[in-house]
């Protein structure tokens, strides 16, 4: 379509059917197809800016709003919104409008269409429903996160909270994204607050050191998951392994967790434009290190395929009928220790040292890893505790505040 200013209703659709077109390419930023989305966008909202200078309602809210009006149904919405059962998670904003249903809803029912290309992810609060004091705020400024006093944590809360999330941008909808109920696996709940506290601070610290290089997607396999295994073999292993995902596009970013959340690791995709994986070394084990790395490589293998998406695991938690844990936890184990080699191995039997270091030494990996999974088979983790790596972990990050509790 050729980019010019629109200027008539027809213009309007015109560009809006472009816009429909473009994103179904899902072009890679940058690219002159990206490019023109951005633009058409643009001149979309400046045109209806043009016909409603009007403060502008919520998505949601027009659409509402235009029902009252129409004295209208949610039946009366499935031709525009595809199903009944759709207009229902749409309306109550547990599913994000479409470009086909936004030209739909514009075309046919005249909402403007500048209101409903406001972003509108999915099952958000609102800013007015954030309670800034429910942040773990003294506890982020005992962590050095928030430059202020104790008495500031509850008076200046909202205050402190965006000027901590102020290097991401969009303070108030960075922190909707993150309270939003995303793919936890937990049994004892996650205080919410905390989990977005401590990603935010995740996305900020991957903000001050940029990758080398783009990821690139589809680079994490079973045969790259095998050669940073390998790394395990070295003093350094896990910081070498930070050093090969980095220069892959990938950040390692190693940060206790918050108080309430009980949180071993996770896996995040972000406006970035790049995955970042958080670890928090609740259990400081070499066992436990790798074990939590390889499943979060594995979540950005297999399941990390929409932007804002992010998987948070306490992995003290059977996966139980969680497909994508399960495929998290199996591929997480091929990677470490192939399930035909575990098979036929004395390790599996045994449980004695020499036969952990037998099995180790075959696969090229840290006998750590090998006692792990034979405690973790037998159920008894009482047993090898010479060969797990104990304190071996957070001696390679310092710059971490640990708490003075080992596990």
Known sequence: MERRIIKTESDCNAALGAIERLVDLDPDPGTPEAD?????????????HGRFPMQIPDPIEAIQFRMEQQDLTQRDLVPY?????????????????TLSMIRALHSGLGIPARVLLQETPANLPRQNDIEWTRFPIREMISRGWIAATM????????????????????????????LRKGHVRSTRGMDKYALAAWTARILIRALEKPCAI??????VD???????AHLSLLDRGPLLAQELLWKHGIQLIVEPHLAHTQLDG?????????????????????DNFWFVLMHELAHVARHLLLERESFFDDLDTPC????????????????????????????????????????????GIHPAIVAGRMRYEARNFRILNQLIGLGQVRPLFPNAKWSNRRR
């Open 36 to 48: 023109e989305l951005e633009l058409l966008t643009l001149l979309v909202q400046d045109y209806e």
């Open 81 to 97: 919104i595809g199903s009944r059962s759709k207009v229902s998670e749409v309306l109550s904003r547990k599913r994000p409008l």
């Open 151 to 178: 008495r500031d944590a509850h008076d200046k809360a909202e205050e402190l909270m965006k000027e901590f999330l102020a290097p991401l941008g969009a303070s108030s909808a960075l922190v909707a994204i993150r």
């Open 214 to 219: 783009e990821y690139e997607r589809g680079l």
């Open 222 to 228: 079973l045969d790259f998951m095998r050669e940073v």
């Open 266 to 286: 996770a896996a995040i995709t972000a406006d970035l434009g790049r995955p970042v994986i958080g670890l928090t070394l609740r259990y400081d084990r070499l």
């Open 320 to 363: 139980g009928e969680d497909r994508q844990e399960q495929d998290a936890d199996a591929l997480a184990d091929k990677a470490l220790i192939p399930e035909t080699e575990w098979s036929t191995s004395p390790a599996k039997v045994l449980r004695s040292p020499e036969a952990a270091k037998y099995l180790a030494d075959r696969l």
